[in-house]
């Protein structure tokens, strides 16, 4: 599977913005679904936004519509996540992940068992 690679992440102070990059060792077009999750303290692990190759449909968790934007860039092989107007609870650990499976109709792409291919992480903190 391909190798993924995160970076972008920093301490930000509340309102601020973070551009989060995942470089991949393999065209993003080989995959089915590309997104992001975080990981919090004492919390699951949480998808946060998703790519759907096939169809190029966005999925973003509730929590950050409207704040965050997943994009990826094919010729440089890179998976993005902007994000703005950050608050104290998106501080936490990001991954990128990468699906080789396909999703059958209705299931959920930010299901962290869909995903095959995970990067090291990345962490961003956002002081109040």
């Known amino acids: 599977h391909a190798q993924l690679v995160e970076s972008g992440g920093d301490s930000v102070q509340t309102g601020g913005s973070l551009r989060l990059s995942c470089a991949l060792s393999?065209?993003?077009?080989?995959?089915?679904?590309m997104a992001w999750f975080r990981h919090a303290l004492g919390k699951e692990r949480e998808g946060v936004a998703a790519?759907?190759?096939?169809?190029?449909?966005?999925s973003y968790a509730d929590s950050v519509k409207g704040r965050f934007t997943i994009s990826q860039d094919n010729a440089k092989n890179t998976l993005y996540l902007q994000m703005s107007s950050l608050k104290p609870e998106d501080t936490a650990m990001y991954y990128c992940?990468?699906?080789?499976?396909?999703?059958?109709?209705?299931?959920?792409?930010?299901?962290?068992?869909?995903?095959?291919?995970w990067g090291q992480g990345t962490q961003v903190t956002v002081s109040s």
């Open positions: 790519i759907y190759t096939a169809t190029g449909s966005l």
């Open positions: 393999e065209n993003t077009g080989t995959h089915y679904s």
């Open positions: 992940a990468a699906a080789f499976t396909p999703f059958r109709a209705g299931d959920n792409v930010l299901r962290p068992s869909g995903y095959n291919s």
